[in-house]
């Protein structure tokens, strides 16, 4: 018998925070995105430096999250920041921190707004369509919002004293923080190969040599680019519908390019002209506004090679993920 175990309560946000898995998978036909977390890597590695199974439901922080802890527990925060402060003493993310009862965790921001914090063991709540994961448009997951203030987050067990130095001289992982995660002053290269309508596009040389920036108009959805648009996709309109998923590249008729993320729709009508190979998807997720961004065109056998070790990396995590970089 699992006992729940009251682990963290909210203190605040600023931003906003939802629980989220790898998703919900097998719905898209009836209209049911995915969802799931924006980056899967930083995710992975959260659950991985906890010994906890690599899919267990986590909490997506975007922005700053103050939490009080409720009993003993590990935490292990990936993401977006550096480190995290417990009752003002500072220790480093991308490895496993014990924290007190009664403790105070802040957890804010530093290469990008996007934090992954996954505790040990798991949350704990109930499966909804086969995942936790928060889908805010439909208010479907174990947690059907976003978190707010005195919400109480549950995991599925105590922690095992036995087990703690174990997990606890696991070391950190800081070097995957520096190449996962980029600065607000980086260009964010989008390896990407041609998708359905790119032979209709008849400017889409346009799409892979100008600089984009991401626009203030971004959600789990989609991010939406700003730059020089594709004049050919003015006439183009709306397309018949067709199904569309994570890193699919949609230009819309005033021509700018919209990056299709974990909220994306199941079908849609725009021209679509590139598919963004999932690591770089990972990775773009932490863009912030006015960031560079540039599409990259490779080949069919290279983005096989890349996916596949990058799938690899999601079952079976490993210390150098500089394979996919290249």
Same mark, same amino acid.
């Given at each position: 018998?699992i006992?729940?175990v009251?682990t =963290?309560?909210?203190k605040?946000?600023i931003?906003?925070?939802?629980i989220?898995? =790898?998703g919900?998978?097998?719905y898209r036909s009836?209209?049911? @995105?995915?969802s799931g977390?924006?980056d899967r890597?930083s995710?992975i590695?959260?659950n991985?430096?906890?010994n906890?199974?690599l899919?267990?439901?986590?909490?997506e922080?975007y922005?700053? /999250?103050e939490?009080?802890?409720?009993?003993?527990?590990?935490v292990?925060?990936?993401?977006?920041?550096?480190?995290?402060?417990v009752?003002d003493n500072?220790y480093? +993310?991308w490895k @496993?921190?014990?924290?007190?009862?009664n403790?105070?965790?802040k957890?804010?921001?530093?290469?990008?707004?996007l934090i992954?914090i996954a505790i040990?063991? /798991?949350?704990?709540?109930?499966?909804?369509?086969?995942?936790?994961s928060?889908? =805010?448009?439909?208010?479907?997951?174990?947690?059907r919002n976003?978190?707010k203030?005195?919400?109480?987050?549950?995991s599925?067990k105590r922690?095992d004293?036995s087990?703690?130095?174990?997990?606890?001289d696991?070391?950190?992982l800081i070097?995957?923080?520096?190449?996962q995660i980029?600065s607000?002053?980086e260009?964010?290269?989008l390896?990407s190969t041609?998708?359905?309508?790119?032979d209709l596009?008849?400017d889409?040389?346009?799409?892979?040599?100008?600089?984009?920036?991401?626009s203030?108009?971004?959600?789990?959805m989609?991010y939406?680019?700003e730059?020089?648009?594709?004049d050919?996709?003015?006439?183009?309109?709306? =397309?018949?519908?067709? @199904?569309?998923?994570?890193g699919?590249?949609?230009?819309p008729?005033?021509?700018?390019?919209?990056?299709?993320?974990?909220?994306?729709?199941t079908?849609?009508g725009y021209?679509? +002209?590139l598919?963004?190979?999932?690591?770089?998807? %990972?990775?773009l997720?932490?863009?912030? @506004? %006015?960031q560079?961004?540039?599409?990259?065109?490779?080949?069919?056998?290279?983005?096989?090679?890349?996916?596949?070790?990058y799938y690899?990396i999601?079952?079976?995590?490993?210390?150098n993920?500089d394979?996919?970089?290249?």
């Amino acid at each position: 018998m699992i006992i729940m175990v009251e682990t =963290l309560l909210v203190k605040n946000i600023i931003g906003y925070a939802t629980i989220q898995d =790898l998703g919900r998978r097998g719905y898209r036909s009836i209209g049911i @995105p995915v969802s799931g977390v924006l980056d899967r890597i930083s995710y992975i590695y959260s659950n991985y430096l906890l010994n906890n199974n690599l899919y267990e439901a986590v909490i997506e922080q975007y922005g700053y /999250g103050e939490y009080v802890v409720l009993n003993d527990t590990i935490v292990c925060v990936t993401g977006g920041a550096r480190h995290i402060i417990v009752d003002d003493n500072e220790y480093d +993310a991308w490895k @496993p921190v014990f924290v007190k009862k009664n403790s105070v965790l802040k957890i804010k921001p530093d290469r990008s707004p996007l934090i992954y914090i996954a505790i040990y063991s /798991g949350v704990k709540c109930n499966n909804v369509l086969n995942s936790k994961s928060t889908y =805010l448009r439909a208010g479907i997951g174990c947690v059907r919002n976003v978190l707010k203030p005195n919400d109480i987050i549950e995991s599925n067990k105590r922690v095992d004293p036995s087990n703690l130095s174990l997990l606890l001289d696991k070391g950190s992982l800081i070097n995957i923080y520096e190449k996962q995660i980029p600065s607000s002053s980086e260009t964010i290269i989008l390896r990407s190969t041609r998708s359905f309508h790119s032979d209709l596009i008849w400017d889409i040389d346009v799409l892979l040599r100008e600089t984009y920036y991401l626009s203030s108009e971004y959600d789990r959805m989609g991010y939406r680019l700003e730059g020089k648009p594709l004049d050919s996709t003015r006439n183009l309109g709306r =397309l018949p519908s067709i @199904p569309v998923d994570r890193g699919f590249v949609q230009i819309p008729p005033d021509g700018k390019p919209i990056v299709l993320m974990s909220d994306s729709q199941t079908m849609g009508g725009y021209a679509v +002209a590139l598919h963004v190979l999932q690591p770089d998807v %990972d990775r773009l997720a932490h863009a912030q @506004p %006015d960031q560079k961004i540039l599409f990259r065109e490779i080949s069919f056998s290279e983005a096989e090679r890349i996916i596949e070790k990058y799938y690899n990396i999601l079952e079976k995590p490993v210390l150098n993920i500089d394979i996919y970089y290249h």
